[in-house]
């Protein structure tokens, strides 16, 4: 994390706004009463200005396995333990769940007072979201992030889903051997939905690293010779997936499917969509998935 460049922030259309400050990239949107909105961005604003500096000044403890970690002092540091310690069973640390838990804390200063119906923060593609009553978000999915959205510029979509005030979903998280951290697994994507960002955030890259088979396909690399400031030390990461077999691909879906129905039925998720190669897994609630865009 590079905090040396300060932030700053674009008005990309008439509703919504770019903040950038070194690795962390929003873009967030609000509808609601006019005077309620422009304090809402104000109060993002403010409370993001200092947030990397927060973070840099943690980031030893928050590369430690997250049993090690809890000492943090940051608000943003907190919320990233507290979403990891329930996954802590398995290998995970708190950068596990670094861009939901940005989001989510950008989104709560920006709708801590009334008057806004809806609006979300999204951190990279982790999400996060506030829904009145009544109010609606529905959410295009990319399995390969080549096809993704980037400030406005549409690409094609895989499928897409709804998430309205009556679901327990507030955070929304993809995960992947493609995305822009290192995979343990091999999925294309892992798309999770749970109570917040954070936890969506920790979700998708313990259910991603499930996703996974042994297979001459497969091409792994030590992840601190592939990335000098990783947290994953000296295991393995997926830098290559070649074309699987169907009984192979099957087994690295169940695998992941396995995980992710674990953490639905302990309630840290409510739903995950799994992708790899073309086929796909569901694990927990409907969230009026659907597998083909629309």
Aim: glycine share 10%.
């Amino acid at each position: 994390m590079n905090a040396r460049l300060g932030p700053v922030r674009i008005a990309l259309d008439a509703r919504r706004w770019h903040f950038q400050h070194g690795p962390i990239d929003l873009v967030l949107e609000a509808w609601g009463e006019d005077d309620a909105v422009r304090a809402g961005y104000e109060r993002a604003w403010h409370r993001f200005e200092g947030m990397l500096e927060e973070l840099v000044a943690e980031l030893p403890r928050l590369r430690s396995p997250v049993g090690e970690a809890t000492g943090a002092t940051g608000v943003v540091a907190r919320r990233m333990v507290a979403a990891c310690l329930p996954f802590r069973s398995v290998f995970i640390t708190p950068m596990a769940a670094v861009a939901g838990s940005v989001a989510d804390e950008v989104l709560a200063a920006m709708v801590s007072a009334p008057g806004m119906s809806k609006a979300y923060v999204n951190n990279g593609g982790d999400i996060s979201l506030h829904i009145a009553p009544k109010e609606t978000f529905r959410v295009g999915v990319a399995n390969d992030p080549r096809h993704a959205m980037r400030h406005g510029h549409a690409y094609a979509l895989d499928g897409s889903f709804e998430v309205d005030a009556g679901l327990p979903v507030r955070g929304i998280a993809t995960s992947g051997w493609r995305g822009r951290s290192w995979s343990l697994g091999i999925a294309d994507s892992v798309t999770v939905l749970a109570g917040s960002a954070a936890a969506a955030d920790a979700g998708a890259t313990l259910i991603a690293n499930a996703v996974n088979v042994d297979h001459p396909a497969v091409e792994r690399a030590v992840a601190r010779d592939v990335d000098d400031n990783t947290d994953l030390g000296n295991r393995l990461v997926t830098v290559g997936v070649g074309i699987l077999p169907e009984d192979s691909l099957a087994l690295a879906l169940d695998q992941g499917a396995a995980v992710a129905s674990d953490f639905v039925r302990r309630g840290l998720i409510w739903c995950a969509l799994l992708t790899l190669q073309g086929a796909h897994r569901i694990a927990g609630g409907h969230a009026r998935l659907l597998t083909s865009a629309s």
